[in-house]
Nanobody, 123 residues
Framework: QVQLVESGGGLVQAGGSLRLSCTAS????????MGWFRQAPGKEREFIAA???????LYADSVKGRFTISRDNAKNTMYLRMYSLNPEDTAIYYC?????????????????WGQGTQVTVSS
């Protein structure tokens, strides 16, 4: 059974940082791009960042320069380092594994999803 498990969420003050982790089990996602999404209360889920197996990255404009996505293929784990957090970053953050080799922002291309981890940024 394939599982993606996020961790590292929590409460942080504005201007602070957090690192989210996403560990996959049940299979390795060799050749699959992986990504992070988030969903704030009352809003649709949105793309944040994606990374290929070889490390090519793609970011949403809203987080470019503040968030860094990375992956450790040996550990089957992906990370999202978030800096300069602000209250607008408050959301549930989800990791996902895509059906594609290249990075993609299209949620329909992501087959496997984690359960999400809450990130709350206080002002």
């Amino acid at each position: 059974q394939v599982q993606l498990v996020e961790s590292g969420g929590g409460l942080v003050q504005a201007g602070g940082s957090l690192r989210l982790s996403c560990t996959a089990s049940g299979r390795t996602f060799r050749s699959n791009a992986m990504g992070w999404f988030r969903q704030a209360p009352g809003k649709e889920r949105e793309f944040i960042a994606a990374i290929t197996w070889s490390g090519a990255t793609l970011y949403a404009d809203s987080v470019k320069g503040r968030f860094t996505i990375s992956r450790d293929n040996a550990k089957n784990t992906m990370y999202l380092r978030m800096y300069s957090l602000n209250p607008e970053d408050t959301a549930i953050y989800y990791c996902a594994a895509s059906n594609t080799v290249a990075t993609t922002t299209d949620m329909l291309e992501y087959r496997y999803w984690g359960q999400g981890t809450q990130v709350t940024v206080s002002s």
